[in-house]
Every structure is written in structure tokens, then in C-alpha cells.
């Protein structure tokens, strides 16, 4: 296959599992509430001995490995990740280093919540493009160190998870990146997000006591209709920037924040529900993790094959969304 896009696909979950269940001994909800609000009926969490670096790089190595390379073979890094190992340097640098990787280009791309794995392969894309090279890209969180335990309307929501692709081109490319759309309408920013450690409220004491810095803001209902309008229009778009048309489409592989979205979604672009692939049942909103975590998944499982044209799209803080289409 010519053209630029995926060598070698790779994801990672923590084995400690988080059922409904469990969530129902520590907080006032249940399974009935969580499973037919959200489609979620378990989550991994990560154990205290790991860190989102070690997600990363459990992805990256067998994405690494997937596309017939060692991490001497890199030439770019990018890690989307809004859970980032410490507040600076960013992830990318310790994964670098972690992988053994030459001293090459890497930066995060932060703060883009959930969309931003889809924007980072468009980066990815551009890249090659430009210089033609072989960059590696993470999409990781580790949401359940960083989120409020005691808030039952987000707390659920959530799990830790990593996926990555490589990036490269020529003969041994998997799925060509056809398309991307990409966009931003920030006066939604305060619609999701975690505001305490900016410079408008600088973590203190006050703010600890409090658990600010736990904190996630988040109207539900604002977020769902954000996410359903966005994802649908964007899924229209860059399949009319690929040329093609819905009923090509073998796959959709949505951002997998709730059961409920993406049947929305799913029902505004007219789409059957063998479709679409689905696993926040097993793992919940894994944030940027989700769209690469499931696209590895859906690879690895023979539900994607050779020939299929493959959407994927997704939303996050910002408010942001990104959709890809990929010729596997
Ligand atoms: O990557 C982006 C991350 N965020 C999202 O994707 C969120 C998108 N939005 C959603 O998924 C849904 O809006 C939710 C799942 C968060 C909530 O579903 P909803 O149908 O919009 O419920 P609601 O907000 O209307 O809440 C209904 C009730 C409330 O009680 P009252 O005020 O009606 O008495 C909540 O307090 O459900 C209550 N509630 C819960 N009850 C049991 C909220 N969380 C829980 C819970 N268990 N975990």
C-alpha cells in the first residue's frame, strides 16, 4: 500500500479491574444507573505501582513491535494525553527515554481532552509529509489517580488505558490516512475541564483542603449534545474530503465516552450497529486512549481487513473534535 499511515498498531489496559459493582461499595450509585446511562459496566484502573508512562510505553513497544521496528527506527514522538506523568517535562520526553529512542523530536499534546490522539495523527501525517520519517504516536490516560473518588456523576465515567500507531510510508503501511477534519469552539471550554494548577486558580492550600485539584467539571447533558452534533457533522466531512461515501464505510470507531453517544452518532449518520465498534462496555472513557486502544483492538481481533475504509472520530474539553478516514 503506498501513501502515509499506520505500520504497526499497539494498546495497553491495567489487569486490575473496576466493575459497577465495586463503584456501588464506595458511592451512592449502582449497576442499573451506570449501565443504562452510560453503557459502562467495567473499567481498568491502574495499580499504584504504575504511572502513565508506563501505559505509554507498554503501547508504544508493541506498536513499535507491530510494525516490524525497534525504537532506534523513531524519528518523531507525540503523546496526546491530558494525565501527563509530571506537570513538566511532558510525557513524550520520559518516553523517549523510557523506549530508548534516539534524541528525537518529541512533544505532548495536551489539554485537548479525548480529541486528541485523532489531531495528533493528523500532526503525524503532516510530519511525514513534510520530511519523510517514522513517528510514533500515544494517545494515554491515567484519569483514576487524577479524578474526584467521591463525585458519583464523573468518578464512574471513567478508566486508564494507552493505544499508539506508527506512522510512516511506503510499501509497508497498513490503513492509508486518507482525510482529517479537525475544530474548536472554545466558548464551550467551561463545559468540561479541570481548572485548579492554571494561572486563574494557581493550586494552594485552600484548593487541596478542598480537593480542587481533583476536581472535574463537567455539564453531562451540555457535553452529550456537543458531542453527538460534532461527531456526526465530522464524520460527514472528512469522508466528503476523502471522496467516499457512507456506504463504503466497513468501520466506525468513535470516541468511547458513553453507549448513549455513540448510538446518537451512529443514528444520525444512518449507520447499521455492526458498524460500529464498541468497547466502553469493558473499559469506560479512557480519554485520547480510546480511539487508538479500540482501533488496536478492532485490528488485532480480524474485525477490520485488508480493503476496509474505516472512520474514526472523536470530541473532548475545549470543546474540541477530530475525525480521520483510513483506507486499511
Ligand atoms: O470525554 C467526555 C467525558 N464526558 C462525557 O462524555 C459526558 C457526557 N454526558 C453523559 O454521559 C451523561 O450526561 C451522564 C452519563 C454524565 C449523565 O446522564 P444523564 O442522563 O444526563 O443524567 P443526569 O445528569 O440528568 O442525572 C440524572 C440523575 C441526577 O439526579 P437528580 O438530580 O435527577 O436527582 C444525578 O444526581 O442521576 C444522578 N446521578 C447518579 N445516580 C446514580 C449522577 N451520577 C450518578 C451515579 N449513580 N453515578
Redesign the pocket.
Known amino acids: 500500500m503506498a501513501g502515509i499511515g499506520i505500520l504497526g498498531f499497539g494498546s495497553y489496559v491495567p489487569s486490575r479491574v473496576m466493575t459497577n459493582d465495586d463503584w456501588a461499595e464506595l ?4 449497576d442499573e ?2 449501565t443504562s ?2 453503557g459502562i459496566k467495567e473499567r481498568r484502573f491502574a495499580d499504584d505501582s504504575e504511572s502513565t508512562l508506563d501505559l505509554a510505553a507498554a503501547a508504544a513497544e508493541q506498536a513499535i513491535s507491530d510494525a516490524g521496528l525497534t525504537a532506534d527506527d523513531l524519528d518523531e514522538i507525540i503523546v496526546a494525553t491530558d494525565t501527563p506523568e509530571v506537570y513538566t517535562p511532558d510525557t513524550a520526553a520520559h518516553l523517549q527515554h523510557r523506549l530508548g529512542a534516539g534524541e528525537v523530536t518529541a512533544f505532548d499534546l495536551g489539554g485537548s ?2 480529541a486528541g490522539f485523532v489531531l495528533a495523527l493528523d500532526i503525524a501525517k503532516t510530519r511525514v509529509q513534510a520530511t519523510p520519517k517514522k513517528v510514533l504516536v500515544v494517545g494515554v490516560e491515567l484519569i483514576s489517580r487524577l479524578m474526584d473518588w467521591t463525585d ?2 464523573t468518578a ?2 471513567f478508566g486508564d488505558g494507552a493505544g499508539a500507531v506508527v506512522i510512516g510510508e511506503g510499501d509497508l503501511v497498513k490503513a492509508e490516512l486518507l482525510s482529517f477534519d479537525a475544530g474548536t469552539d472554545g466558548q464551550y471550554s467551561d463545559i ?1 475541564g479541570l481548572e485548579t494548577g492554571g494561572t486563574r486558580r494557581p493550586f494552594s492550600l485552600e484548593e487541596a483542603q478542598k480537593d480542587g485539584h481533583h476536581e472535574i467539571a ?1 455539564n ?2 451540555e ?2 449534545r456537543q ?1 453527538v452534533r460534532r461527531m456526526a457533522a465530522s464524520s460527514e466531512i472528512v469522508l466528503e474530503r476523502a471522496g467516499r461515501r457512507k456506504d463504503e464505510v466497513a468501520l466506525v470507531i468513535p ?1 468511547q ?2 453507549l448513549r ?1 455513540i448510538d446518537a452518532v451512529r443514528h444520525k449518520l444512518g449507520l447499521d450497529e455492526d458498524l460500529v465498534y464498541v468497547n466502553v462496555d469493558r473499559y469506560g ?1 479512557t ?1 485520547s486512549a480510546t480511539v487508538p486502544l479500540a482501533m488496536s483492538e478492532a485490528h488485532h481481533e480480524g474485525r477490520i481487513k485488508p480493503g476496509d475504509l474505516v472512520v474514526l472520530t472523536a470530541f ?1 474539553a475545549g470543546f474540541h473534535w477530530s475525525s480521520a478516514v483510513l483506507q486499511f
Not at 458511592?27 to 449502582?30: H, K, V, Y
Open positions: 458511592l451512592d450509585t449502582d444507573w451506570i446511562r452510560s481532552g479525548c458519583r456523576s464512574v465515567l468540561l463537567m453531562g447533558r457535553v452529550f458531542a470516541h465516552a458513553n453517544i472513557n480519554g473532548g
